[in-house]
Structure formats: C-alpha cells, structure tokens
C-alpha cells in the first residue's frame, strides 16, 4: 500500500468515528506531519451548528497539542456521493499551520481528487 492509500484508509477508519446527527454527512481526514506520524479526525457536529467541527481540524489540532509543526499531506473521506474538498475555514486554518499541502478528497466508492492547498485557496488571507 503507498502511503496515499494508507491516508486514505486512516481517513476512511477516522470518518466511522464522526458524530453527525444533523448533516449525515460523515467526514474523516488523516494528516502526515514531516515526522512520519499520522493524526486522525473525524467531523463532531453539535446542536449549535457555529461549534461544530471539521474533521481536517480535529486532525490538525491533534497534531498541533502533539508537537508537530510540520506537515506534507491531508487525505480527507466523506460519505458524499463523490469527494468533496474541505471547506473555506478548514482551508484558510490549513493554510496558516500547514502551508501549502498536498490535500486529497476521497468518496467511498474510490474516485479520488489530489491538489495543492494553494490551487483550493488561491487568495489566502495572510497574517500580518
């Protein structure tokens, strides 16, 4: 297995552990810090919509409270019908801890999408 399967398979595993009794839409990401270990998230959805939580920053914060600082590459599974990228927060947060990335969306039917984070936030807002 190439180590882009074996995100995709970490991402597949994270997403059964998503909480989404409002969208149904389940989410799982796997992200590989430049060390080589891997952090797992999965979407946690709360009756207050504003705080719920993306599955790519459950991963990222994890890896962020772990250490690492930083990052090669996100793979990120859905139960959509064809993958979906991350959304406008989960890029923008990304772009700041992670730089520019390589991001991959799966569905579960195996079609497969690959970018750069740059190429899915061109105009990233910048810190001062």
Given at each position: ?128
């Amino acid at each position: 297995m190439t180590p882009h399967n074996d995100l995709r398979e970490t991402a597949k595993r994270a997403m059964e552990n998503s909480r989404s009794p409002f969208s149904g839409l389940k989410v799982g990401a796997a992200l590989k810090a430049k060390s080589g270990k891997v952090f797992a998230g999965a979407n946690i959805e709360t009756a207050s919509l504003g705080l719920t939580i993306c599955a790519e920053r459950v991963a990222l914060f994890s890896a962020i409270a772990g250490g690492e600082r930083e990052f090669e590459e996100i793979a990120i599974v859905s139960s959509a019908d064809e993958p979906i990228p991350p959304c406008g927060a989960c890029r923008q947060v990304m772009w700041e801890l992670c730089g520019d990335i390589r991001v991959s969306t799966h569905d579960l039917k195996g079609a497969s999408e690959s970018f750069k984070l740059s190429e899915l936030l061109p105009f990233p807002f910048e810190k001062f």
